[in-house]
């Protein structure tokens, strides 16, 4: 439906759907790592963010209520594809030494792509005088920025103690 009438309103609505899947289907990746990680560092990690993001879910519901539309996903190709990539990943390396440091890097395509994306949700909130909603995905967006930071540390500690991130 390729209109010509649609607005920055529309492109908004458009993205938080599609944000919406994306971040239920974070839930679900998180909690398969935090299995999956072979470091109690990491599983605790993925353990915080998985549930951190069930409340991001929340947030963004809060978001839908505020534009007065129910809440609804859209597929959102990029993350099925990162989760695809994290399911090969996991099938290659998820019993090696390298398992754990696979494991950031799936998580860290993630963050990057939810920062990406409650970035552009929240400049286009304030563009739209939507205050309430831009304060919203902005506390999303601070939780993204530090996971992919943590996880950074996290992978810089296992490679510098000659951690699972090492080959044996
Ligand atoms: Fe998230
Ligand atoms: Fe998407
Ligand atoms: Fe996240």
Not at 115 to 141: F, H, S, V
Request: charged letters at 30%; glycine letters at 6%.
């Amino acid at each position: 439906m390729a209109s010509k009438d649609k607005t920055l309103n529309d492109a908004f609505y458009e993205t938080l759907k599609d944000v919406f899947y994306a971040e239920k289907q974070s839930v679900r990746a998180l909690r398969k790592s935090a299995k999956s990680a072979k470091t109690p560092e990491l599983k605790r990690a993925f353990e915080t963010h998985a549930e951190e993001s069930a409340n991001q879910v929340t947030r963004l519901e809060q978001v839908f209520e505020i534009l007065g539309k129910a809440a609804r996903g859209k597929t959102c190709e990029a993350m099925q594809g990162l989760s695809a990539e994290m399911e090969e990943d996991l099938e290659d390396f998820g019993e090696t030494a390298a398992g754990d440091a696979v494991l950031i890097g799936c998580a860290q395509a993630v963050e990057h792509y939810e920062i990406a994306r409650y970035g552009t949700l929240k400049t286009w909130a304030i563009q739209l005088g939507l205050k309430d909603a831009a304060k919203l995905l902005d506390e999303t967006l601070q939780e993204e920025k530090r996971t992919d930071q943590l996880l950074t540390q996290i992978a810089e500690r296992q490679a510098n103690t000659g951690g699972p991130a090492r080959a044996a």
